[in-house]
C-alpha cells in the first residue's frame, strides 16, 4: 500500500508561483511513477506533469515551461513548482503514484489541494 498526502495549495494572484508537495509513505519503494493531476468540476482529471523512477519527466503542454516536477527521495517527496501561473491553472491538484506489477497497473491517490488563480 501506498499513500500520498498533498501540500501546497492556496490562492495566489495571476503570475505568482506556488510549490505544490507530495508526501509518500507505505511501500514506497514500489512506485514507478508519481505525477500531478488536476481537475475542475465537471471535467476530467487531466496530467500535468510526471517523474518515473529512472528521473523521466512529462509535461502537459499547457505547463510546459513553466512548471517543474521534481523529487528528493531522501524525504519521499515529489514537488511541483508552478511559475507565471494563470486563472486557468485553478483546480484541484491531486498526486497520484502508480505501482506496476507485471501487466497490472495500480494507481494510487492523494486527498488533493486547491490551486486558485486569481486574475
Do not use: H
Not at 500531478?36 to 510546459?64: E, F, H, M
Not at 486563472?87 to 497520484?96: F, G, S
Not at 501487466?103 to 486547491?114: A, E, H, R, S, V
Request: with cysteine; net charge positive.
Amino acid at each position: 500500500q501506498v499513500q500520498l498526502v498533498e501540500s501546497g495549495g492556496g490562492l495566489v494572484q495571476a503570475g505568482g508561483s506556488l510549490r505544490l508537495s507530495c508526501l509518500a509513505s507505505g511501500n514506497t519503494v514500489s512506485i514507478n511513477q508519481i505525477g500531478w493531476y488536476r481537475q475542475v468540476p465537471g471535467n476530467q482529471r487531466d496530467l500535468v506533469a510526471s517523474i518515473s523512477v529512472d528521473g523521466t519527466t512529462v509535461y502537459a503542454d499547457s505547463v510546459k515551461g513553466r512548471s517543474t516536477i521534481s523529487r528528493d527521495n531522501a524525504k519521499n517527496t515529489v514537488y511541483l513548482q508552478m511559475n507565471s501561473l494563470k486563472a486557468e491553472d485553478t483546480a484541484v491538484y491531486y498526486c497520484n503514484g502508480k505501482v506496476r506489477y507485471r501487466t497490472l497497473t495500480f494507481d494510487y491517490w492523494g486527498q488533493g489541494t486547491q490551486v486558485t488563480v486569481s486574475s
